[in-house]
């Protein structure tokens, strides 16, 4: 053998009888490298198993700080939405004890900005008027009178609507009466059961102001206009031109489409404010329950001129302000006992606009009147007092007495309805939410909420600035 390698080579050696291997200093060096080897593949295994702990542990980490955020989410939800319960109960009772049932509460005479119950917060979004620059939030009560009846408005006062098309408004006369026969422009079961999705025309009253989305010529454009999330004011994206939903032209006017200026819910009880009975002028013949409140309350002489020159056929009077015009009443006199009179034997009058409340594109719309003669109305409220505005009287002389008999059976001074628009959020300005209510008083007794709408999926209503300010909240 040579010996200059043997010492690296296994080599036999006879021990009692047998053959055994020993190991060479070559060998030793071959397990010791397998055994560093072995100590490797240990390690990068250790090393996966504890970056898959770490990954597994990320994971849930992630998953529980989720769960936290949806829950604090929830609870700040659930926070919105019993402000909102809050509010609803407090506008009843803000309704129910007013001192001047029947009138448009005045706002600055209950909450209805950044009201806070507990950590929640709501805000009863209103509609400016005259007064305001009509781009900033107002906040208040909304009379439902303000605007024109579905089921009463003539088609000339549907038509001279902003926004309202001929063909829609000869619609929502065929919708709402009980014939089979299409008006002019109009359309009947026809043409609804031509559609993909068939179905009649409902020839009966409408039950909601969102029925006309079922009406031909009822599309989201013209209902909603500009104001997509109707909350009368321009947003940025109802004030960008077509870069965001809505369409709309940029001018910084916001068109709040024909919802804005209708309703299903305004009438008053036919009844005086005391609760007893009015005096059908139109049944009086000859007059003598008439005369005899004429005589009390303005003297015996004062009352027999006054049916002296309205002459025997008072049923031919419409209004009770024809009947003051008729008679040569002055404002003071027709203010004493207009309360008192009525031509209607009906238990609720329907659909009469309130002339102290409404805008001028809806009193524009009312027989006798026209943009010019409304915007007199609107500039000449201004100036008069609460009282004064009680009484129909005061429009007299700001119009003829032509334009005031035409338009006297359309107007009121009266609101029993009102919608409150609430939206809230939770204690870090998050969990918003948004309920459209509608409230009658006309029953007495306690108010009743007639409609309620969830408004939460229409977005962000509150404005520019108090969203910028919850945002900021929430991020720090």
């Not at 319960?85 to 509460?105: C, F, H, Q």
């Not at 209510?437 to 306690?446: A, K």
């Amino acid at each position: 053998m040579h010996r200059g390698v043997d010492k690296y080579l296994l080599y036999p050696v006879k021990f009692t009888g047998r053959s055994r291997i020993y190991p060479t200093k070559f060998s030793r060096r071959s397990r010791s490298g397998r055994f560093a080897s072995q100590r490797g593949v240990t390690l990068i295994v250790v090393m996966g198993i504890c970056l898959c702990l770490v990954v597994i542990a990320l994971y849930f980490s992630d998953s529980m700080l989720m769960e936290y955020r949806a829950s604090d989410y929830n609870s700040e939800e659930r926070e919105a939405a019993q402000a909102i319960e809050s509010a609803r109960r407090y506008i009843g009772y803000v309704l129910k004890s007013s001192e001047t049932p029947g009138y448009l509460p005045d706002p600055a005479s209950y909450e209805n900005e950044a009201v806070k119950v507990n950590d929640a917060t709501y805000w009863i979004i209103g509609r400016g008027d005259e007064n305001t620059d009509g781009k900033t939030l107002t906040f208040g009560l909304v009379s439902e009178a303000s605007k024109l009846n579905l089921n009463t408005a003539t088609l000339e006062m549907l038509e001279a609507l902003p926004g309202m098309s001929a063909e829609l408004a000869a619609s929502i006369i065929d919708w709402r009466d009980p014939d089979s026969d299409p008006t002019a422009n109009g359309v009947e079961s026809n043409y609804y059961l031509s559609l993909g999705t068939p179905y009649n025309c409902k020839n009966a009253p409408f039950e909601t102001a969102e029925e006309l989305r079922l009406v031909m010529g009822g599309n989201r454009d013209v209902l909603y206009g500009e104001d997509l999330n109707q909350n009368g004011i321009p947003d940025a994206n109802e004030d960008d031109g077509d870069t965001l939903n809505p369409p709309d032209n940029a001018d910084g006017i916001l068109d709040p489409g024909v919802l804005e200026y209708v309703t299903v819910y305004s009438r008053e009880p036919n009844k005086r404010a005391d609760g007893s009975a009015r005096i059908n002028i139109t049944t009086q013949r000859p007059p003598r329950e008439l005369m005899d409140f004429l005589q009390q309350t303005l003297g015996s002489d004062r009352a027999n001129q006054i049916i002296g020159a309205i002459g025997p056929n008072l049923n031919d009077i419409r209004s009770p302000l024809e009947f003051c015009l008729r008679g040569k009443m002055t404002p003071a006199e027709f203010a004493q006992i207009s309360d008192a009179l009525t031509v209607s034997s009906d238990q609720y009058l329907r659909g009469l606009v309130n002339v102290n409340t409404a805008s001028a594109k809806v009193l524009a719309c009312i027989p006798g009147l026209d943009s010019a003669s409304a915007e007199k109305l609107v500039a000449a409220r201004r100036d008069k007092s609460s009282d004064e505005l009680k009484c129909l009287a005061w429009v007299v002389g700001i119009l003829d007495d032509n334009t005031c008999i035409q338009a006297g059976p359309y107007l009121t001074t009266r609101s029993y309805q009102f919608r409150a628009d609430i939206a809230a959020v939770g204690e870090n300005g998050r969990g918003y939410r948004r309920d459209l209510m509608t409230f009658d008083t006309s029953g007495g007794g306690d108010p009743v909420v007639v409609y309620r709408k969830d408004m939460s999926r229409f977005g962000w209503a509150l404005g520019a600035e108090l969203r910028k300010k919850y945002s900021g909240a929430v991020n720090e």
